[in-house]
């Protein structure tokens, strides 16, 4: 088995413009994301828009793929990214990638705001990989509070007794009847969704070329479109905590969090 790395970055954001080239402990946020990824990853790229932060990236000594401005989601401009990638191959090696790796091939989307990402969690996902019939991986956490279980913004997973994904809900699921919400964690494993993905390459181009799903639009998010049209997600554990980067505040708690691990 084969893999790489691909990191979605824009530039382009309501809460927080230019976040990928924020400044966080001395080093550009996407810089941290990119050395993160390959410090378990043998090859791994930023995918972007935007000619600052494809220059920022180069800077570094990192790869970059510069992408369209119109995709909807991240993992639409992977797909272009690696079609682009495995073009720039077939133009140097005889065959291809494609060609050469086939079903082989592991595509991981680490986010582009995640410069805490875990070598573990990027391993995790990769050992999914392990089992042929993962199509799709992803990583979720245990929740350590019903106050984030209840948080709309941390989407839940519930799981099979194989690790496959049954169902996201921003809503808490499962409802745990009989006992008080406020007593529920103690009665049921809540997990996370931790949005870092893992796909096959066939997959990958697969699942960019479906349609928005009735459950994806009720629930805005983007793998219920994959688990409607029957795509299997299997989920990784992971018991790390990281910090994500969506608002100039968060990165100020990133500057503690950090502080910290030093």
């Not at 080239?21 to 828009?49: C, M």
């Not at 941390?154 to 009989?178: C, E, N, Q, T, W």
Request: with cysteine; aromatic share 8%; net charge negative.
């Amino acid at each position: 088995m084969k893999y790489i790395g691909i990191i979605p970055a824009r530039y382009a954001s309501t809460r927080f413009p230019g976040k990928p080239l924020a400044v966080l402990g001395g080093k550009t946020v996407i810089q941290r994301v990119y050395e993160q990824a390959v410090s378990v990853l043998p090859e791994a790229y930023v995918a972007t828009d935007d000619e600052r932060i494809f220059a920022c990236v180069e800077a570094f000594g990192g790869r970059a793929v510069m992408t369209r401005t119109d995709h909807k989601s991240g993992t639409d401009r992977i797909e272009e990214a690696m079609e682009k990638i495995e073009e720039r191959e077939m133009n140097i090696e005889e065959g291809g990638r494609r060609k050469e790796e086939g079903d082989g091939l592991v595509v991981i989307n680490i986010q582009g705001d995640e410069p805490f990402v875990q070598p573990s969690q990027i391993e995790t996902l990769m050992h999914l990989f392990d089992d042929p019939s993962t199509q799709i991986g992803t990583l979720g956490k245990p929740f350590e509070t019903i106050e984030a279980v209840r948080n709309p913004n941390s989407p839940k997973i519930v799981v099979d007794h194989r690790g496959f994904a049954l169902y996201f809900s921003r809503s808490v699921i499962p409802f745990v009847r009989g006992v008080k919400a406020d007593d529920w964690l103690p009665h049921y494993p809540f997990l996370k969704h931790l949005g870092v993905y893992a796909y096959r390459r066939d997959v990958l181009a697969e699942v960019t070329r479906l349609p928005q799903s009735p459950l994806e639009k009720a629930e805005s998010l983007e793998q219920l479109r994959w688990l409607e049209n029957g795509y299997r997600i299997r989920v990784g554990l992971t018991h790390v905590e990281t910090v994500g980067i969506d608002t100039p505040e968060d990165l100020m708690r990133a500057e503690a969090f950090l502080s910290k691990q030093l």
